[in-house]
């Protein structure tokens, strides 16, 4: 039955995924709701529906839904980034800073990760093992 519940809440992900890139807003949004009725932690479920709310304009829904996806996936830096801009636009200004420095952190985060990866490859590859270095044969023996 779980694979049968799963197949079926994507089946609706997909149908409301394109009748949202046609502009079928409502139609995309019934969708919307039958994953989420399949699967009530679906955070990208709750996103997509966000994001037909926001196309309809109708914003305090959308926050609801964003605060939804921000609950069940915190690091989901899109729809906090998105749930920022609209407290903004509320005049929300302490939650919406909360949000804008939340995300701050999260790619400042992904991006200290990069940095250091890329360092240690470009070490592994410039750089001479120490034991078959050329520095440690001319290092003076004690």
């Known amino acids: 039955a779980e694979c049968g519940i799963n197949a079926e ?26 994953a989420l009725e399949g699967d009530p ?4 479920a709750y996103y ?3 994001t037909v709310y926001l ?18 996936k915190q690091d989901f830096t899109m729809a906090r980034l998105q749930r920022g801009q609209l ?8 939650e919406a800073g909360e949000d804008f420095r939340r995300v701050l952190k999260l790619l400042l985060s992904c991006l200290s990760g ?3 990866r890329t360092l240690l490859r470009l070490e592994e590859v410039f750089l001479p093992k120490k034991s ?7 290092l003076p023996m004690e």
């Open 55 to 72: 196309a309809m304009g109708k914003s305090k829904a959308a926050i609801r839904d964003l605060s939804k996806v921000v609950e069940l």
């Open 132 to 138: 078959s270095s050329v520095s440690g044969a001319l």
């Open 87 to 94: 407290l903004l636009k509320q005049g929300k200004f302490d």
């Open 114 to 116: 990069i940095f250091w």
């Open 9 to 34: 809440v994507e089946k609706q992900l997909e149908m409301g995924k394109k009748l949202l890139a046609a502009g079928q807003l409502a139609d995309a949004l019934s969708h919307f709701h039958a």
């Open 41 to 44: 932690d679906n955070y990208f």
């Open 48 to 50: 997509r529906r966000a």
